[in-house]
């Protein structure tokens, strides 16, 4: 051993010995599941991927034939799974989620009896090159397939296994969850396809069932997907169409080739084209073909009276890639004839203020269901209802597209984080949606939540980190949206707002195309903000508790405002002077990391007439403690 090397290993010693004290100081609770992780190579303690992070990779064939009328799909599917893991699996757990529907299965909601079905009947599949007997080699589970007895035993790390399925199953017609048939000629079609589960470096192989409040788990891969269905049929999907010259009328061909290169909105479909019948070239049947790379899933859409329009942007400046917005929706879809403007607007505002990184997609699809309220999000698609106001119709177009970043671009895992997903989401439309609409609080929503679900200050507020798969009903959307809502506007306002898009920028690109945990996302924060944040995360994202503030008088006659709930975010008051001229004093989330009260200070010489805590922003338990006259 050199002198040099002596030195090295000292540095290396003593880095060690720094990391393992951060990590013991973090103040936060790892269970010893996630600890080994993070002494392990895989994570670190600074919240980035470790040098020996791995991913799997799933790459997805599928030809589709769609029965508009029973909205039944009879698929064939080659799957080649990657196996990028250290370990050679003996098994592959594939996802059946349309089972949801079959008879007798564990759900969370009861479902029409017309919409119970056989779930998806596997008809042959072929596992690296060997026909499996689908009696003794196969193990269902309620919405999984296991595939043992491979024909090699093991997938060995680093090597693939192709696996091949016909299959059947049919979608949903009155209890759609979160897609389905809709009306007569109106389809949302996701969840339908045999998908290979995630095999991660913390859980295995996902076998988490899926019974409906739960959402979704998924590895990436590239989709090459053949839809046939009856040849009046318009069909939107995730990826980008490459025949649309084969089914589409000339015409519409010609509008669409034009929407795809325009900055304003082309109605590429409009009414006149429905009642003259020339949208498509209506042959019997036609076949769509899509083509989508990198991608944590597949959905399509698709209808016989829907109008089209569509437009183009700018997603990244330093490439000039564009996007292609696309709105797809029935006449008389309440805003909808602004839609594509919308998205466009959402791409534009997402790429370069919040998160301030580029639009990932080459597309996206905003198709409306024509059903009340609600959205639900596919990559590069949405699938979203109608609003009887436009803020609503305007946010949730921006909730829906913000699941692009979380959790399709970062790889969330939904089904134990939901808040890692919806909280972002949520989080997102407040300040786009501002600009837009005088006086708005989007605030409001999610204390509505709150309040309507009657969870405030009772011990269903769940603290964050609770895995979501364990919570239910109104706990589990709280914990989802409200919680984590104002979770991270109260470390919005810690940090200023430069620092933490910053930090949120830094997270999304330390974890695109990867599979975060709730550790990463911290540990990223603590990192790029250079501090220990595991106050703020303690009460937010372990504790239970809720956010409760009052004002008291001090002995000196001045206003004390006092934290008496545990969780910490920035409180505004509101003063009155006796001239009745008003004052909001904030004291910011920082304020609580090292007190419990602080005195409203004001550089007013007037005379104060009363103090009142202002509740439009903050979930206040206790609202008889907030107000001081004198
Ligand atoms: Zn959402």
């Known amino acids: 051993m050199t002198g040099g090397s002596k030195i090295k290993l000292a540095v ?21 599941q996630m600890r080994k992780l993070y002494n392990g190579n895989t994570r670190t303690w600074e919240g980035k991927p470790g040098k020996d992070y791995w991913v799997n990779k799933t790459d997805y064939k599928i030809k ?22 250290p370990d050679d699996l003996d098994k592959i757990v ?23 079905t056989d779930g998806v009947k596997i008809n042959k599949l072929i596992a690296g090159g060997k026909e499996m007997n689908l009696e003794e080699e196969i193990r269902y589970t309620s919405t999984n397939m296991i595939i043992s007895n491979l024909p090699d035993a093991v997938v060995e ?44 470096d913390v859980f295995g192989w996902d076998e988490l069932e899926y019974s409906g409040d739960q959402e979704f788990y998924s590895d990436f891969g590239n989709y090459e997907v053949e839809i046939t269905l009856p040849g009046n049929y318009l069909v939107w999907a995730t990826g980008e169409l490459q025949n649309p010259e084969e089914q589409l009328n000339e015409n519409i061909y010609k509008k669409y080739k034009e929407a795809i290169e325009s900055d304003t909105v082309i109605n590429i479909v409009t009414k006149d084209d429905l009642i003259n019948k020339t949208v498509t070239n209506n042959k019997e049947t036609n076949t769509w073909k899509f083509v989508a790379e990198n991608v944590p899933d597949f959905s399509f859409s698709c209808s016989d009276h829907y109008l089209w329009d569509g437009v183009s942007t700018l997603a990244d400046e330093s490439t000039g890639r564009k996007v292609f917005l696309e ?34 997609y080459p597309k996206f699809t905003l198709f409306n269901n024509m059903f009340y309220g609600g959205g639900m999000e596919t990559p590069m698609m949405a699938n979203d209802g109608e609003y009887s106001y436009k803020s609503g119709f305007v946010t949730l177009i921006i909730h829906e597209m913000a699941h692009t970043y979380f959790p399709f671009l970062t790889g969330v895992n939904e089904r134990r984080y939901s808040w890692m997903d919806e909280g972002w989401a949520s989080f997102f439309p407040g300040e786009m949606a501002g600009k837009y609409f005088e006086d708005y609080n989007h605030h409001k929503g999610y204390l509505d939540y709150y309040r309507i679900y009657g969870i405030l200050g009772t011990e269903d507020d769940l603290p964050l980190i609770t895995p ?163």
């Open 12 to 32: 290396l010693l003593l880095s060690l010995i720094f990391q393992n004290a951060f990590a013991q100081n973090t103040g936060i609770y790892l269970p010893q």
């Open 64 to 85: 589709i034939d769609l029965d508009t009328v029973t909205a039944r799909i009879k698929g064939s599917e080659t799957i080649t799974f990657y196996n990028n893991s």
């Open 94 to 116: 594939v996802q059946l989620f349309n089972n949801i529907f079959r008879k007798g299965n564990q759900r969370d909601f009861e479902i029409a009896e017309e919409d119970i």
């Open 157 to 200: 790390h680093g090597k693939s296994i192709e696996l091949y399925f016909e299959w059947e199953t049919e979608l949903p017609k009155i209890s759609q969850v979160r897609m389905g048939k809709y009306a007569d000629g109106v389809i949302f079609a996701a969840y339908f396809y045999p998908k290979v589960a995630v095999y991660d």
């Open 327 to 360: 709105a797809a929706y029935g006449e008389g879809a309440k805003f909808y004839e602004e839609a594509a403007l919308y998205g466009k607007r959402t791409v534009e505002y997402f790429s370069t203020e919040l998160p301030g990184v580029p639009f990932p």
């Open 468 to 630: 979501t798969h364990t919570a239910r009903g109104n706990s589990l959307i709280i914990l989802s949206y409200a919680r984590a809502f104002f979770a991270e506007h109260a470390l919005q306002d810690l940090l200023g707002e430069d620092l933490f898009k910053k930090c949120l920028k830094e997270y999304i690109n330390r974890w695109t195309g990867k599979h975060p945990l709730p550790y990463d996302f911290f540990f990223t924060f603590n990192d790029v903000a250079g501090e220990d944040l595991s106050w703020f995360w303690k009460p937010w994202y372990y504790e239970f508790g809720e956010c409760d503030y009052a004002l008291e008088k001090s002995q000196s006659g001045e206003i004390k405002l006092i934290k008496k709930g545990n969780l910490p975010l920035t409180v505004e008051v509101k003063l009155k002077y006796e001239d009745d001229s008003e004052e909001i004093v904030s004291s910011n989330t920082r304020i609580w990391q090292n007190a419990d009260e602080v005195l409203i200070k004001t550089n007013s010489s007037k005379k104060i007439k009363s103090a009142e805590i202002l509740t439009n922003k903050i979930p206040d338990f206790e609202l008889s403690n907030n107000f001081l006259n004198f």
